[in-house]
């Protein structure tokens, strides 16, 4: 039996280096993805350019349309989805990361996180087409006829939108990935104006999630799989994220 498999593992990796590269799509999410920086675009996609027998091309896009066009088949998949974004799109074992979404609030501001109740008597921002998780998402959905109270942005700058309605007072809360924005305000200079004021308890996997369609997607897949578990096990990540300033966990 041995004497068939080698050879038709040959000839999946063979078929997979043959193929065109990758084309995914996703946000503005450094130091995820920077796609404004060519140098340095973004730890996520230097690994997958690393990992690959092929680097991905890769398209920013507001994540909802990212997600529609790798749905469609007009790009073959997405950096950073969520399982429970992953509708109509395949998955593979391994995350390509791990996510702690957290609140900030003003440096002068003494709420903090409590749970979802403690939202109530807050105004928040969020982004459209995003989860949250299932607990975070239902209180969401029930509040989202309030718009002073549930604040949801859309289209291109997302996060440098809302960190603004927050040092203008328009919102009180913003519930972000941690380190996107902390990157953000590392880099303008606006971490003492800032604050970290509590998480949601568990941290999210992410995927690259890709098209059913694509051809030979499940050694795509498995491609995928193997990289990146290969990756953590020759610690790899480490110093990739710290090039980025980020401290790898």
Same mark, same amino acid.
């Given at each position: 039996?041995?004497?068939?498999?080698?050879?038709?593992?040959?000839?999946?990796?063979?078929?997979?280096?043959?193929? $065109?590269?990758?084309?995914?799509?996703?946000?503005?999410?450094?130091?995820?993805?920077?796609?404004?920086?060519?140098?340095?675009?973004?730890?996520?996609?230097?690994?997958?350019?690393?990992?690959?027998?092929?680097?991905?091309?890769?398209?920013?896009?507001?994540?909802?349309?990212?997600?529609?066009?790798?749905? $469609?088949?007009?790009?073959?998949?997405?950096?950073?989805?969520?399982?429970?974004?992953?509708?109509?799109?395949?998955?593979?074992?391994?995350?390509?990361?791990?996510?702690?979404?957290?609140?900030?609030?003003?440096?002068?501001?003494?709420?903090?996180?409590?749970?979802?109740?403690?939202?109530?008597?807050?105004?928040?921002?969020?982004?459209?087409?995003?989860?949250?998780?299932?607990?975070?998402?239902?209180?969401?959905?029930?509040?989202?006829?309030?718009?002073?109270?549930?604040?949801?942005?859309?289209?291109?700058?997302?996060? $440098?939108?809302?960190?603004?309605?927050?040092?203008?007072?328009?919102?009180?809360?913003?519930?972000?990935?941690?380190?996107?924005? $902390?990157?953000?305000?590392?880099?303008?200079?606006?971490?003492?104006?800032?604050?970290?004021?509590?998480?949601?308890?568990?941290?999210?996997?992410?995927?690259?999630?890709?098209?059913?369609?694509?051809?030979?997607?499940?050694?795509?897949?498995?491609?995928?799989?193997?990289?990146?578990?290969?990756?953590?096990?020759?610690?790899?990540?480490?110093?990739?994220?710290?090039?980025?300033?980020?401290?790898?966990?």
């Amino acid at each position: 039996m041995l004497r068939f498999a080698v050879p038709a593992l040959l000839l999946c990796t063979a078929l997979i280096a043959s193929a $065109e590269p990758l084309r995914l799509a996703g946000d503005d999410w450094c130091p995820y993805i920077c796609p404004d920086n060519p140098d340095k675009p973004g730890y996520l996609l230097e690994a997958l350019s690393r990992i690959l027998s092929q680097a991905p091309a890769f398209e920013p896009l507001p994540w909802p349309r990212a997600l529609q066009m790798a749905r $469609e088949g007009l790009v073959d998949g997405v950096v950073g989805a969520y399982p429970e974004e992953s509708d109509d799109l395949v998955i593979g074992r391994e995350p390509i990361g791990w996510v702690t979404m957290r609140f900030y609030t003003r440096a002068d501001s003494p709420w903090h996180y409590q749970g979802p109740a403690s939202l109530d008597d807050q105004s928040i921002g969020l982004a459209q087409g995003y989860s949250y998780g299932a607990e975070l998402d239902a209180w969401r959905d029930s509040h989202l006829d309030d718009h002073e109270q549930v604040q949801v942005l859309s289209g291109e700058r997302v996060l $440098e939108r809302n960190i603004q309605k927050l040092l203008l007072g328009r919102i009180s809360v913003l519930l972000e990935d941690s380190q996107i924005v $902390e990157h953000y305000l590392q880099r303008h200079r606006l971490s003492g104006q800032i604050r970290a004021a509590g998480q949601l308890a568990d941290k999210r996997p992410m995927y690259v999630a890709l098209n059913p369609r694509l051809e030979s997607v499940r050694e795509r897949l498995d491609e995928l799989d193997d990289g990146l578990r290969e990756f953590r096990r020759g610690d790899q990540w480490k110093p990739l994220m710290q090039g980025y300033g980020v401290a790898a966990e």
